[in-house]
């Protein structure tokens, strides 16, 4: 696979280097590489900015979105928001930005649509500086202290996040965090994958998903949890078998007020961390990516709301399709979030493992682990 590697050098114009553990710039990229993957980190966010392997060609295939210039991470913060970062403290939503631990109530911001508090508020974990803990050349560690108070959360919470990546082509991700306060948390990464790294088509509408849930999450026009499920059997929302995204995409119309797509959590059938719970794959390229993790649920968003105006990153454009724009359309990515059930702070009655609350001298851990391989 050497030749692999000395080929992503000449593609992606990126100077694979190691950097000093002395360094602190939050935009500079951090490499880490096994046999057949290839995985870039800023501190900014702990983000992964890019993620190499081979289509069914041998040809290495850069599969997420991002930016060239690792600075406008923060100057284009919003745009998709939450560009391949961790987020946190508590993923996804919390209804009216408000909850209620131990008899008290506390308020987070609400920056979605002035009523919801979305991945943690206005200053999330995306949007911090994370502290690079330790660095070799398959792994590397980020930390991060998020003070008493901070968006509204009670408690010191210390966080470390473990990246990995192996020889069979896995990336792992193993969180972990504590808190000096009873508080609450919920961690997940939030990448926007594109298996196909535009070589043949705008969208991914016809990746191919398969997802074991049963049932999604009820949620109102809000995406707010109404504390309902739904079974999804028959339904646009069923990818118990293998099916194109696209396939009844124009039926899914559970993602928001006026919105057509999937932007939904499901619940796993069964929550196993030696199990697949995902798998996908594009078959113009082959790439497929599979899912093991020890969360219960996990939200899928088809980027309904991309409108253009992110550019397709210089990695993916040297093998661009004649016919594929420059910026990423509608529809021109997906995002898997392993989690926890949403909003389960304000659904108590679903069960205190779901509500993320994290009881001071404990410790949060999330496992989770993508494989890569070529479709078959």
């Known amino acids: 696979m050497v030749k692999l590697f000395s080929v992503l050098t000449i593609v992606s114009g990126l100077a694979i280097t190691t950097l000093a553990h002395s360094s602190r710039a939050p935009y500079k990229k951090h490499t880490i590489k096994a046999r057949g993957i290839q995985a870039s980190f800023i501190e900014y966010g702990a983000t992964l900015t890019n993620l190499w392997v081979a289509d069914k060609n041998g040809k290495p295939r850069d599969i997420v979105l991002g930016w060239d210039d690792a600075s406008q991470y923060n100057l284009q913060a919003s745009n998709p928001g939450f560009l391949g970062a961790v987020v946190g403290r508590y993923a996804n939503r919390i209804a009216n930005g408000t909850f209620t631990l131990d008899g008290k109530t506390y308020h987070t911001p609400l920056n979605e649509n002035n009523i919801t508090t979305l991945h943690g508020g206005d200053m999330g974990f995306n949007r911090l ?3 690079l803990e330790d660095k070799g050349r398959d792994h590397i560690s980020f930390k991060l202290v998020s003070k ?3 968006q509204g959360f009670p408690g010191t919470a210390t966080v470390v996040i473990k990246y990995r990546v192996t020889d069979d082509k896995k990336w792992i991700i193993d969180y972990e965090g504590d808190a000096d306060k009873d508080t609450i948390m919920m961690l997940s990464t939030h990448n926007y994958w594109n298996l196909d ?12 998903l398969q997802i074991a849930g049963d049932r999604i999450i009820e949620a109102d026009s809000s995406l707010i949890p109404t504390g309902g499920f739904e079974d999804v059997k028959g339904t646009p929302f069923d990818f118990n078998e293998p099916k194109a995204i696209g396939k009844d995409l124009d039926d899914a119309k559970q993602c928001g007020a006026d919105c057509i797509g999937y932007d939904n959590c499901f619940t796993f059938s069964e929550t196993d961390p030696r199990k697949t719970q995902v798998k996908v794959y594009a078959p113009s390229t082959g790439i497929e990516l599979s899912i093991k993790t020890d969360q219960p649920a996990l939200q899928l968003y088809t980027c309904n709301g991309l409108d253009g105006t992110l550019p397709v990153k210089k990695t993916q454009k040297a093998n661009k399709g004649k016919n594929v724009s420059d910026m990423v359309q509608q529809y021109g990515c997906f995002v898997l979030e392993t989690e926890n059930y949403i909003d389960g702070i304000n659904n108590p009655k679903w069960g205190e493992k779901y509500t993320g609350i994290l009881r001071k001298g404990d410790k949060y851990t999330q496992h989770s682990e993508y494989s890569f391989s070529v479709h078959h």
Do not use: I, L, Q, R
């Open 148 to 150: 008493d108070g901070d």
């Open 197 to 208: 790294a535009f070589s043949s088509t705008d969208t991914v509408k016809d990746h191919v």
């Open 129 to 131: 500086n994370w502290t």
